[in-house]
């Protein structure tokens, strides 16, 4: 996540806000934040009940009960514009972000 801390400018140029969700608790967010020197995004916590929204969007791994790394463009009606689901150790580079956040 420190390369969209990174590459909040280009996200705000794009009039893109940045969120951060996880099963983890509010405090676990807070101490996370921390360890990373402050971040500038929300952290959002799908922590009760455990992963619903993580469900919902198809990113929870039932047998793992955590979630896979998964990334979310929605547009400014509401429309998911894009999906990148993939695997926790995994991060995709920003610039396809930015790709579909030109075309919207």
Do not use: C
């Amino acid at each position: 996540m420190p390369s969209y801390e990174a590459d909040s400018d280009r996200f705000s140029g794009y009039d893109a806000q940045v969120l951060g969700i996880s099963i983890d608790s509010i405090p676990s967010h807070v101490a996370w934040a921390k360890s990373l020197g402050g971040i500038s995004y929300d952290l959002l916590a799908d922590f009760h009940p455990k992963g619903a929204v993580a469900k919902s969007y198809g990113a929870w791994r039932e047998g793992d009960g955590i979630t896979e790394r998964a990334l979310f463009i929605v547009d400014k009606e509401g429309k998911i514009a894009y999906i990148d689901i993939h695997d926790i150790a995994d991060q995709p580079d920003n610039e396809e972000l930015f790709d579909v956040l030109k075309n919207l």
